[in-house]
C-alpha cells in the first residue's frame, strides 16, 4: 500500500452545507436556527449540565468525600455482657446464639465485643474479639478460638434440595 492509495471511500466525505445564502439553498437568513434567542447567536449554546440560571444539579447534590470501602468486612457483633446469661461450658458460636435467640440476624462473621461482665467460663468460637473481650472470657475461664467464617446453611436451604 502506498501513500496515494490511502484515499476515502467514495461518498464518506460530503462538503459542509453552506447556510445563509438565500432561501433557495434551503437554509435562508437564519441557518435554520430559528428567529431570535440563544440558541440562535453565534458561538452555539449553553454549556452541558447549565439551568438557565438556576441552581444546578450538580451544585444542589452534596459532595462525597472519599472512596466507599471496598473490602470492608461486616460482623454480627455481641457483648460479653449477652453470653453472661449462658449457662458454664457452653460452647459458643454463631449458629448456637441464633438457636437460643441471642441474635436474630446473621450480618457475616461473628465479632465478640468486651462490654459488660462474664462470670461463667464458655468455649467461644468467633471471627474475631476485641482484646477486652478476650480477657474478660479468659479471666472467668474460659477459652477464645478464633475460626474462619464459613456461611452457615440455613434450614429453608436444605429442605429445597
Known sequence: MRLKDAIPKKGSQQRGRRVGRGISAGQGASCGKGMRGQKSRSGGSTRPGFEGGQNPLYRRLPKLKGFPMVNRKTYTIINVSKLASLPANTEVTIGSLTKL????????????LGEGELHASLKVCAAAFTTSARSKIEAAGGSCKKIAFVQAVSEEDSTEE
Open 101 to 112: 435467640g441471642i441474635i436474630t440476624a446473621n450480618n457475616g462473621p461473628l465479632k465478640i
